[in-house]
């Protein structure tokens, strides 16, 4: 068997973090604003990033969905709450990461374990 017949998937930190974690260029963007600028509002992530308000909501709730970020809630001075979002740490996304390819991995290999009695019938 040749192996240069499976194709190339470009494996990189960027398309391994996209892709396990199901996130697009802009959800990895927030990210990085967040671990590079600190914690912010949607507002604040938003302008910081160039976009509305909206945008960088939905990148930073699939950030937190997938545990690259975490939701916190802040009391306004006259009461009120708001929300932060705020990027873990990077060797946190490192050890999700080896996770999301260690159970991968499994399931692909109990899907090759049953090829043989399954192309049986």
């Not at 927030?30 to 909501?57: C, F, H, K, M």
Request: aromatic residues 8%.
């Amino acid at each position: 068997m040749d192996v240069k017949a499976f194709p190339k998937i470009g494996a990189n930190c960027e398309n391994a973090v996209r892709c396990f974690f199901d996130l697009n260029q802009q959800d990895l963007r927030v990210y990085r604003e967040l671990l590079e600028n600190g914690p912010g509002t949607a507002q604040e992530i938003g302008e910081r990033i160039g976009r509305d308000r909206s945008t960088a909501y939905r990148s930073a709730s699939k950030l937190v969905a997938n545990h690259l970020a975490v939701k916190l809630v802040k009391n306004r001075g006259g009461g009120g709450i708001y929300h932060v979002y705020q990027a873990v740490d990077p060797f946190q996304v490192q050890t999700l990461l080896k996770e999301a390819i260690e159970e991968w991995y499994n399931e692909v290999m109990n899907v090759v374990e049953r090829t043989a009695g399954e192309l049986r019938g």
